[in-house]
């Protein structure tokens, strides 16, 4: 598990958000919030049986290249994990996430994070949309952070009061006419790296009633880099079939 180790201590981005969510804190946010999720297949989504896809992290500068698959099924919690460890050998592992307390170690503290990061890459406007925690704020035509042209910014910020592994996160949506993200930027509220991350979002296909962005290019801290799904499919309920994107 060499590999999965180093690459949790690298991967930056969605571990403040495990347990943020509080009916307490939740705030009054912007219609855009859901119709963002709307547009990625928020009301569909009960349909979904399992999804399947695999999170690929190119980080050419620290000679970071990892893949892993990851098959969910949300309405169970169930999550199984596959990868290769160190020496090229298939790991597997299946748990669940009601049963985190009774888990192995290198569940709770390896795979369940590296599990939440990757899915919120995967799926970030549903999380935008369910964490009512964050504080949402909209503003239109805004530059993009990356090239030339402006988009509506939609800009989710979790609270730095409430316990998280990185509190004060905030995620930059750039939003195009069409409804779909079209670039991001992350800024971490901790003092953990990367700091500042912009990204692009394309790559967009559909896996049943999702709409999946599937290819992120950009940079961690100046450095380039690159996030990407492959394999991406989704079962939905009453059928044994497996939908590929496309």
């Known amino acids: 598990m060499t590999k999965l180790r180093r690459s949790t201590t690298i991967l930056w981005l969605f571990l403040g958000v495990l347990v943020l969510a509080a009916p307490s ?3 009054t946010r912007p219609p855009e919030v859901e119709q963002l999720a709307k547009t990625y297949g928020l009301d569909s989504y009960g349909q979904i049986e399992a999804v399947r896809y695999t999170f690929n992290l190119d980080l050419p500068a620290l000679k970071v290249n990892l893949s892993r698959t ?3 099924e949300p309405k169970t919690g169930q999550v199984t994990y596959e990868t290769k460890d160190k020496d090229g050998k298939p790991v597997k592992v299946t748990y ?3 049963q985190l307390n009774s888990a192995p170690a290198n569940v ?8 939440v990061n990757d899915n919120y890459w995967f799926i970030f406007p549903f999380h935008a949309y369910w964490d009512t925690s964050a504080n949402v ?7 993009l952070p990356i090239g030339q042209g402006t988009a509506k910014l939609v ?13 004060g996160d905030t995620w930059d949506l750039y939003v195009g006419k069409d409804g779909r993200i079209v670039q991001f930027f992350y800024h971490r509220g901790g ?13 967009y296909k559909k896996a049943g009633p999702l709409l999946v962005s599937t ?32």
């Open 155 to 167: 800009s989710v910020k979790y609270p730095a009061e409430v316990g998280g592994y990185t509190p």
């Open 70 to 72: 990851w098959t969910w």
């Open 191 to 203: 003092p953990k790296k990367p700091s500042l991350l912009p990204a692009t979002w394309a790559g």
């Open 215 to 246: 290819d992120h290019r950009g940079t961690a801290d100046g450095k380039p880099a690159r996030i990407f799904f492959s394999n991406v499919s989704v079962k939905l309920v009453g059928s044994d079939k497996w939908m590929d994107a496309q």
């Open 108 to 115: 709770k503290d390896e795979i369940e994070p590296a599990f």
């Open 25 to 27: 804190w939740a705030q």
């Open 96 to 98: 669940n996430r009601s």
């Open 137 to 143: 704020t909209v503003k239109d035509k805004q530059k």
